[in-house]
């Protein structure tokens, strides 16, 4: 406890120092650099006292706030680039460990995302980028979702520097095993029903991308959620209403880009209804169809077919494997067509879901708390093992370049980072 | 916290160990000892359990710590006892042939240094392969792409009604018969199917004619970045895909021929959902073709403004229901989205007096009356914004007058079931205010 309290005290100094800067004039070289300094101190420290807190003080915790910020001092040289552990569309996450780091740090090792400005722009996902920063840093410190520690930005490229989770993702586990039985499949979607609550009815967050692709293990086997750059704000938190009486949301409770990964997209996002949190629960129907028998329920070749099945076809389930009656519902009451009908959405939330017999005798404070074991415990062998991440391989050569003109128009939209 | 005798024993047998070897590696002395003890102990604990199967078995993945029963396998006790009650939440295997390693070896899953999973599918692939048809040997689907997904997204946009800019979708004129001619042609599609008749007469009117002059011309090319979406008004047009994913240079790059599209016909809807890959190459078969295009932006604009015009409607209609003043905005944001639209024509009843009241209504547009037995004259006018029925949310009791369509008329409708799917019981949503004052003069349809 002392301990704690101790390293607990010395991240708060540092971290007021680092990031309450204010209005000061342009820092000299050697204050930039002792700024640098305090920053790698923090970051190699974060995890030091982490510990969950009650989901209501994760985004109030002063700690916490901490997490997530913007960094002035850091750049990409204060890290080494260990491997790829990886790769979308316009973004590469690596494994980094920092650069001369202190003598009792040298086994830190941390997740950095880095998304090259000019993809971002080209492939219109400046809004998303953007929403993916300022949502992780609100939601740092919650048991069952990446850390985002902090991020900064150089000429060509935006970075977050996350905590790593050594497990690996689920569906690497998943694939191997062709598919999980129900108590692991239980396991997991507990989780993950304890990570949708906290998103929706407390942070207002669609994350809209729940896939098994999207779900890390951390060193005990428990879930992190990972890759935000779908998740949007909506206008429905607690957080929101909390600011008091006066507080006019002016966000809409829906949103409209198609966005998600074709077999797991709700249908009203195939139709283009606007969409809510609603989506979430759909596609948490589907991760659980897809734990059960290794494949999700609505599947073809062409994306096309997969949507008009989605939006005209029941599940359906196989005789082989048998899957229980109580995760057969669960399962179609997640994926109702009608978001009238759908669990989750429906009232009561996500205590309704808690309540279905498919979770029957789970304890959720424990769930919480994580005093369930992990089903699957990741075989890691020392802090940076990277044994449990596929390789990719490395990035092409000959990028477009971020040029003036595009920093002219742009730079502006990246200046959060 | 001090340690345990038998944590005690590990060093000490560790320490034995390094004395007698001397290694030069030290770290890697240790990680390697540590690997072999585990997997040492893991397989005698294997050995020692009735696990049904050989070479997998849960018991490295014992339950929780605590002592209520485990839902997520195992029985309760203390974890000494869990790990001793065998498998309790054991990852399934199929085939036993495979090349599965079990989760005790270090390399649990995962060969050294490649990758062993298929080729990534998603992107717009060609089609191949029955929907969902099973294989009847291991339960899989066949042709079932095991590799990761990709993420799909659409142009973030914004509704033009919250950015201020004023955008109306584009319209181009097109006779009747042409226009009867592409509502049949795109109102079988599942892209199309759900609009209502504004969105399809924007949609309809923003298809933009496209000439084909000559025989040969490539329309979209697989491999492209898809953006519009065809129907096909005249002439005929060939589908080629190339199994490489991309058309090629030279004779022979476009592929196989797979089918032909005629007058009706349509091709590229992928576009309108998002920018993916085109999967086929579209070629005019012959001379004078006439083409109809919509591009995606425009698309899910239209669609997009006028959802989120008709949401801020149904949530401004039903910030001045008294009954549902105490929803909150989120409250009245889901309802909003469960409300359906219908229409009558002129002098239809629309709730009758004497029938159980089972949904409320809005009035969006057009006109309605209220008419009790036994009068002549309507009891209340009814114009847009307006709404009646409200009270069959609280109670079971019969409507207290008809209502009746004086224009025609376009309402948004959610019976009592719906409503309280979605909120729970309405009494309680009306115990946070009072509404027992005052009913008689909001609504005519209640009955003392």
């Known amino acids: 406890m002392q301990v704690h309290r101790r390293i607990s005290m010395k991240i708060r100094e540092v971290a007021d120092s680092v990031f309450h800067h204010g209005s000061q004039s342009t820092p000299s070289p050697a204050e930039m650099a002792q700024q640098t300094e305090q920053e790698k101190e923090f970051i190699a420290h974060f995890s030091d006292v982490q510990r969950p807190l009650p989901p209501g003080e994760v985004a109030q915790n002063p700690r916490n706030k901490e997490l997530g910020k913007s960094s002035k001092g850091l750049s990409v040289r204060d890290f080494e680039l260990v491997r790829t552990l990886g790769t979308g569309t316009f973004a590469r996450v690596w494994l980094v460990r920092l650069a001369s780091p202190a003598e009792e740090d040298r086994d830190k090792v941390f997740a950095l995302k880095v998304l090259r400005k000019v993809e971002v722009i080209k492939l219109k996902q400046v809004d998303h980028v953007n929403h993916e920063r300022s949502i992780l840093a609100d939601v740092a410190g919650h048991p069952f979702i990446t850390t985002l520690i902090t991020s900064f930005s150089d000429h060509d490229s935006l970075y977050m520097l996350l905590d790593y989770c050594p497990g690996g993702e689920v569906f690497s586990y998943l694939r191997k095993a062709k598919r999980f039985d129900e108590n692991t499949s239980r396991f997991y979607a507990a989780e993950i029903v304890l990570i949708l609550e906290f998103l929706h009815e407390r942070e207002g967050v669609a994350y809209r991308d729940l896939k098994p692709e999207n779900l890390l293990l951390d060193a005990e086997g428990h879930i992190k959620l990972v890759d935000f750059g779908f998740a949007k704000r909506l206008g429905n938190s607690e957080r929101r209403r909390s600011f008091g009486r006066g507080f006019v949301d002016k966000k809409s409770g829906e949103t409209y880009t198609l966005c998600g990964t074709p077999e797991y997209l709700a249908p009203e996002v195939i139709q283009s209804k606007g969409h809510t949190t609603a989506v979430d629960w759909w596609a948490l129907g589907i991760l659980i169809y897809e734990f059960l028998t290794g494949y999700p329920p609505f599947w073809n070749s062409n994306p096309i077919e997969i949507y008009k099945q989605i939006v005209s076809k029941p599940v359906h389930f196989p005789t082989e494997p048998a899957i229980s009656p109580e995760a057969k519902d669960i399962i179609r009451q997640f994926c109702t067509v009608d978001r009238s009908k759908r669990l989750g959405n429906i009232s009561g939330g996500a205590a309704r879901v808690k309540e279905h017999p498919f979770f029957k005798g789970v304890v959720w404070e424990d769930v919480y708390y994580r005093k369930y074991r992990g089903p699957i415990i990741p075989p890691i062998r020392y802090p940076g093992d990277a044994q449990c991440f596929d390789t990719y391989p490395d990035e092409k050569v000959g990028r477009e370049v971020y040029s003036d003109e595009l920093k002219r128009k742009w730079e502006d939209h990246f200046k959060d980072f | ?448």
């Open chain 2, 1 to 448: 916290m001090s340690h345990s005798s038998e944590s005690l024993d590990v060093i000490e047998s560790l320490k034995k160990e390094i004395l007698e070897t001397n290694p030069t590696d030290l770290l890697q002395f240790c990680a390697n000892y540590f690997t072999r003890l585990l997997e040492l102990e893991r397989s005698q604990f294997l050995s020692s359990t009735k696990s049904q199967k050989p070479n997998m078995s849960g018991s490295t993945f014992p339950g929780r710590f605590g002592t209520h029963s485990n839902p997520f396998g195992g029985d309760g006790g203390n974890i000494s006892q869990q790990v001793a009650s065998g498998p309790i939440s054991k990852v399934m295997e199929e085939d036993e042939s495979d090349t599965i390693t079990s989760p005790t070896t270090p390399n649990f899953g995962f060969k050294a240094g490649g990758s062993t999973f298929g080729p990534p599918f998603g992107g717009d692939a060609s089609g191949e392969g029955p929907p969902s048809s099973f294989k009847a040997a291991d339960g899989f689907p066949s042709q079932y792409g095991m590799g990761r997904r990709t993420s799909v997204s659409a142009e973030s946009l914004n509704p033009t009604a919250a950015s201020n800019d004023n955008w109306s979708p584009p319209y181009h004129h097109k006779t009747g018969e042409q226009l009867e001619r592409l509502k049949k042609s795109i109102s079988g599609n599942f892209l199309f199917s759900h609009l209502d008749d504004e969105q399809s007469a924007q949609v309809l009117g923003a298809l933009v004619e496209k000439a084909i002059p000559a025989k040969g011309i490539k329309v979209i090319t697989q491999g492209d970045e898809g953006d519009y979406f065809y129907v096909v008004e005249k002439g005929s047009f060939v589908v080629y895909v190339n199994k490489s994913g991309s058309l090629q240079p030279g004779p022979g790059g476009l592929g196989d021929e797979v089918a032909t599209i005629e007058p009706g016909g349509s091709f590229g809807e992928l576009a309108l959902m998002y920018n993916a890959p085109r999967a086929a190459t579209v070629m005019s078969a012959e001379a004078g073709c006439t083409l109809w295009a919509l591009d995606r932006i425009t698309f899910r604009r239209i669609l997009m403004d006028s959802t989120f015009q008709r949401r801020r409607l149904y949530e401004s209609f039903l910030e001045e229901v008294p009954l549902l003043a105490s929803l909150t905005k989120y409250e009245r944001s889901k309802i909003a989205d469960a409300l359906e639209t219908q229409k009558f024509p002129a002098g239809t009843t629309i709730i009758k007096e004497g029938d159980a009241g089972e949904a409320f209504f809005l009035l969006e547009s057009g006109e309605a009356e209220a008419y009790k037995n036994g009068t002549q004259n309507p009891v209340k006018q009814y114009t847009k914004g307006d709404y009646f029925g409200e009270l069959a949310l609280l109670n079971d009791a019969p409507r207290a007058a008809s209502v009746v369509s004086k224009t025609e008329v376009k309402v948004a409708t959610l019976g009592k079931d719906g409503f309280q799917r979605l909120l729970g019981p309405v009494e309680s949503i009306m115990r946070r205010t009072k509404y027992d004052e005052g009913v008689e003069e909001i609504d005519p349809l209640h009955k003392k």
